[in-house]
């Protein structure tokens, strides 16, 4: 097997009879067939082709294929964003009665859908602690069919260990999902540590300009066949014009990784050690409660940093507000560095207990640290700070 940046620039789709270099972009809805026998067949599943972009797509074929040698996969499907793809692939493995296990701290949409939505179809939910992985043992029930965790973790970067959680699943034959949307399979292969399946939101670091929303799940063949045949009549595939932009995006992957990486830490760095926060969160701070296992588990500590700023809600305000260089967005992963507040935008939803169970104060703060010059990152937090 090839190194992780050589399979991220050289897995392509074939050439075509113009030997272009840089792989095309298939914008067709649909595919023809030679014949009525080759029809039949294809629709048979006797043939393993092309026939529908709903189904699948020379160029989100790539992107899948890619994405899976990353990390690990057998195979995997690509999704219009990646809620999409957390969704079918709950939806397309849960039946009524059964009952999910997920760690508490997780993305306030995903928390919606634990709690509003699956519901509606007799599918249960319970959070275990993310800081009691033995807890999590006792929650299991006859009807639990799923554990589920990010790691690290939206917004507040905690770490889970990925290899205790593989080997409870295994324990008791439970399907063991991850969300490795903020580590990317450049820093974290989940499949390693016992995850059947794994998820990520493209939207974020894969793409890494926001650019597009997109998302995929890949994983075993025997469940990522439960998915496929679930979306491609349900319908979440990802458009492929989203698909080619992604898959040139990963061929830098590495690239950008390191340098975010190396940013994060630097300002989480400068962040530990400023008088007027309280609390500072990256994986790779030795200061972290699960330094040690992210650095069993990660290559890195990713490009998202969480802190928090003395002085309650009114001093975050205030913060925010003298904010100069760095955007202002709920969103993350870019190349340009972004602050949010997750108890007003992405965890709004959750109650007041929520938010604290997940470890989310009032004076949170989420920094997607970019690709700008570290110097200039830290000099416009240090003055909105002051």
């Excluded at 319970?126 to 069919?145: C, G, R, V, W």
């Excluded at 989480?268 to 007027?276: I, M, S, T």
């Excluded at 104060?361 to 830290?378: K, N, Q, Y």
């Amino acid at each position: 097997m090839k190194k992780f940046e050589t399979e991220a620039i050289r897995t392509q789709t074939e050439r075509t009879q113009f030997l272009e270099h840089s792989t095309p972009m298939y914008l067709t809805s649909s595919f023809v067939f030679e014949d009525a026998e080759d029809m039949r067949a294809s629709f048979a599943e006797e043939k393993e082709r092309n026939i529908y972009s709903r189904y699948s797509n020379p160029t989100n074929n790539e992107l899948v294929e890619k994405v899976c040698k990353m990390e690990g996969a057998d195979t995997g499907f690509a999704f219009a964003s990646g809620m999409a793809a957390v969704f079918s692939t709950l939806a397309a493995l849960v039946e009524t009665g059964d009952h999910i296990l997920s760690a508490r701290s997780i993305f306030g949409s995903t928390h919606t859908l634990f709690t509003k939505f699956l519901p509606k179809w007799g599918v249960t939910s319970s959070y275990f602690p993310i800081d009691d992985l033995d807890a999590a043992e006792t929650m299991i029930t006859p009807q639990t069919k799923i554990i589920y965790a990010e790691s690290p973790t939206n917004p507040g970067v905690d770490v889970l260990d990925l290899e205790r959680l593989g080997q409870l699943a295994k324990k008791h034959n439970l399907i063991f999902i991850v969300d490795n949307c903020f580590a990317t399979p450049y820093i974290q292969q989940p499949i390693k540590f016992g995850a059947d399946l794994v998820i990520h939101s493209g939207t974020k670091l894969m793409d890494g300009q926001g650019r597009v929303l997109a998302g995929i799940t890949v994983g075993s063949a025997a469940l990522m066949d439960k998915v496929y045949r679930f979306s491609r009549i349900t319908g979440p595939a990802l458009s492929p014009f989203n698909a080619w932009v992604l898959t040139k995006s990963l061929e830098t992957l590495a690239v950008r990784l390191d340098r975010h990486c190396e940013n994060a830490l630097k300002l989480a760095q400068f962040l530990e050690g400023h008088p007027k926060v309280s609390w500072v969160k990256y994986p790779f701070l030795k200061s972290h409660p699960m330094y040690a296992v992210a650095k069993k588990q990660m290559k890195a500590g990713g490009s998202i940093v969480a802190f928090e700023v003395k002085g309650g809600i009114e001093a975050g305000k205030q913060f925010f507000d003298s904010i100069k260089m760095l955007s202002l967005s709920a969103n993350l992963g870019d190349s340009r560095s972004i602050v949010t507040h997750p108890a007003s935008t992405t965890h709004s939803k959750l109650s007041v207990e929520e938010r604290l169970e997940s470890g989310i104060t009032d004076g949170s703060v989420r920094v997607s640290v970019g690709l700008e010059h570290i110097d200039d990152i830290i000099s416009d937090i240090k003055q909105a700070l002051g």
